[in-house]
């Protein structure tokens, strides 16, 4: 199996920065059979939005309402999301994701709220 355990959410200020992780474990975990790694984010509304993206390939896509802001990386089996100039409506649950072996894994999410 394929566990995802994100961390490094919180309460920020507009304009601050933050931090996420996801660390990828368990005997089916294989970076090497891994095809995607993905933040997304879920509103109250239970929306879901894709945030940004790295391919097998490192091509990084993001979000328009991220772009410049965000950024996504992997080091070893953990992949981070450094959130710098937040909004208040960058404000959401975080939830990361991994495609391997054509199935799609999801951690619990981390909750990032941005206010003063």
């Known amino acids: 199996q394929v566990q995802l355990v994100e961390s490094g959410g919180g309460l920020v200020q507009p304009g601050g920065s933050l931090r996420l992780s996801c660390t990828a474990s368990?005997?089916?975990?294989?970076?090497?059979?891994?095809?995607?790694m993905a933040w997304y984010r879920q509103d109250v509304r239970n929306a879901r939005e894709l945030v940004a993206i790295?391919?097998?390939?490192?091509t990084r896509t993001y979000a328009d309402s991220v772009k410049g802001r965000f950024t996504i990386f992997v080091v070893k089996n953990t992949m981070y999301l450094q959130m710098d100039s937040v909004r208040s409506e960058d404000t959401a649950l975080y939830l990361c994701?991994?495609?391997?072996?054509?199935?799609?894994?999801w951690g619990q999410g981390t909750q990032v709220t941005v206010s003063s």
């Open positions: 994701y991994v495609r391997q072996n054509d199935q799609d894994y």
């Open positions: 368990g005997n089916g975990f294989n970076i090497n059979a891994v095809t995607a």
């Open positions: 790295l391919s097998r390939e490192s």
